[in-house]
């Protein structure tokens, strides 16, 4: 798992264009909104969009556990490593 959650970090910061933070800025438990990374609704759409390139897995905005998996790195890797191993 800790290979993927250091994937999401490079594609979080390569996404979003955070060329001034680094892999190792970003807290695998901390928030990715609000207070944690500060990101936004703009950023959530780039960020699913990149998922889905990345891994092939559309992630709904509509579906009500959106938030949930957008929540913190380690609940995106969840995500995604449950939608991967299908």
Do not use: C
């Not at 990149?50 to 995500?79: E, G, P, W």
Request: proline fraction near 1%.
């Amino acid at each position: 798992m800790e290979v993927l959650h250091k994937e999401i970090k490079q594609l979080i910061i390569d996404a979003l264009n955070l060329e001034d933070i680094s892999i190792d800025e970003i807290e695998t438990e901390a928030p990715l909104f609000g207070d944690g990374l500060g990101l936004d609704s703009i950023d959530a759409l780039e960020l699913g969009l990149a998922i889905k390139k990345k891994y092939n897995i559309v992630i709904d905005a509509d579906d009500s556990n959106t938030r949930q998996h957008f929540a913190s790195v380690a609940n995106l890797a969840a995500y995604i490593s449950s939608q991967t191993s299908n």
